[in-house]
Every structure is written in C-alpha cells, then in structure tokens.
C-alpha cells in the first residue's frame, strides 16, 4: 500500500488570497486524484491529476480556480486560487496504484482542512 | 456520468447486531464497487471491494454482496462492535477506462454498547 502525505493539514486563510497543497506519495502511484470533502458531506472528485501534463476537471471545477500540477509520478500540487468562504473544506489528496490496467486501490491522504474568513 | 445512492444516511445497532448498507448505481458498465470507512477527522481507508465478476465476498466480519443485474451492491457488518462506529461510504468506477471513482452520500453508523 501507498502512504500519502499532504501539507498543510489545517489552514486559516483570508478572502482573496489563494494556497497551494502539496502531496507526497512514498512509492510510484499510476494515477492521482483531488477530492474536496465539506464538513459532514461525501468526498467530490475535483480532478484527477496528470503527470506533465494539464489536469483534468470534473463539472463544476475549473483551471483556473483550481490549478494543479503533477510533475512526477510521487507529488502533486492543488492550489485553490482567490478564496472565499465557500472554499472552506477539506481537500484530499488520492493516489490509486492498480498493475493492470483496471481500476485499484484508491489510498487517501489525511486532508488539508481550509477555513476562508 | 456515473450517479451512486446510499442508504440509509444514519443507522444506529446494538452491539452485536448486524448493520446492512445499500448503495445502488446508474452506469451499468460499472465494474469496481469499494467501500471505505472514515472516523471523525480521519482520511477514508478502505475495507472492502468487489469486482463486477464476483457476486459476494467476505474478510471476517464485513462482506459485500454484487447484484449487477440490479445494478446495487450491500456492505454487511456482522457482530458489529463499539469500534466500527464510524461513516461509511460506497463507491463505483464507471467502466471501460474510466478510474476515477463516484462515491456515495455515506451512512453514519452508531454502534451502541
């Protein structure tokens, strides 16, 4: 199994201003992902994240709010641009490692929780 | 896309007594169906998964059963425990290429002693 690590875990930003998450993975993963997480809802896939190349977004999430890269096969960045209070959630980090072709394991990071004032 | 439906959102057993969680889904090309448990404050781990070439699989107390023609699928918890308190979610990966995964609204499940 995969150990995902992201940073930071909590953050408190103000309106406006934008933060960038990072997220470590231990070993070579095939594909990653960035789910947003609201207090007590279900996890909402953001995007998935590809390697050199552009990300690719789910409906309802853009690049430019949203920009994330992925320059190799262990590490990944989301950032979430001009905040505001509605921005306020957990991100997760995901990482899924599968040798054949079909979908594997999906190992989750512990989350950047973010509040917007 | 892919929709997932989970039921119920709350369901509170003694211990000791079985919990059923039920998820239905749309696509029926789907082919991967995970749950994932999550405590408070913590990342979703994964428990348990099904292919779509498997009806029915079982670690100890936890088993998921597979009904493609249904297009649903059920998490059993057995001689449930105080520690199995936690939200649970099931999940789908649409088929063909697909691999990102769909999850569902969650149940929180309340385990009394």
């Known amino acids: 199994s995969a150990v995902i690590s992201q940073k930071p875990s909590r953050d408190i930003c103000q309106r406006g201003t934008s ?3 990072q997220c470590q993975v231990d070993s070579q993963v095939t594909m990653m992902f960035w789910y947003r997480q609201q207090p007590g809802q279900s996890l909402t896939l953001i995007a998935t994240a590809n390697q050199g190349s552009e990300a690719t977004y789910e409906s309802g999430f853009v ?3 949203f920009p994330i890269s992925r320059p190799n096969l262990t590490f990944s960045t989301l950032t979430v641009s001009n905040m505001s209070p509605e921005d306020s959630s957990i991100y997760l980090c995901s990482g899924e490692t599968s040798g054949d072709g079909a979908a594997g394991e999906l190992f989750f990071g512990e989350g950047s929780r973010l509040t917007v004032l | 896309g892919e929709n997932v439906e989970q039921h119920p959102s709350t369901l509170s057993v003694q211990e000791g007594d079985s919990a059923v969680i039920k998820c239905t889904y749309s696509d029926s090309a789907s082919n991967y169906f995970p749950w994932y448990k999550q405590e408070l404050g913590k ?8 292919r779509s070439n498997v009806g029915e699989k079982k670690d100890q107390r936890i088993a998921v059963t597979l009904n493609k023609t249904a297009k649903h699928f059920s998490l059993h918890i057995t001689e449930t425990q105080p520690e199995d308190s936690a939200v649970y979610f099931c999940a789908s990966v649409e088929g063909g290429s697909a691999r990102q995964l769909t999850f569902g609204s969650g149940t929180q499940l309340t385990v009394l002693p």
């Open chain 2, 43 to 50: 990342r979703p781990q994964l428990i348990i998964d099904i």
């Open chain 1, 19 to 21: 933060l960038t998450i």
């Open chain 1, 63 to 65: 690049i430019d709010k």
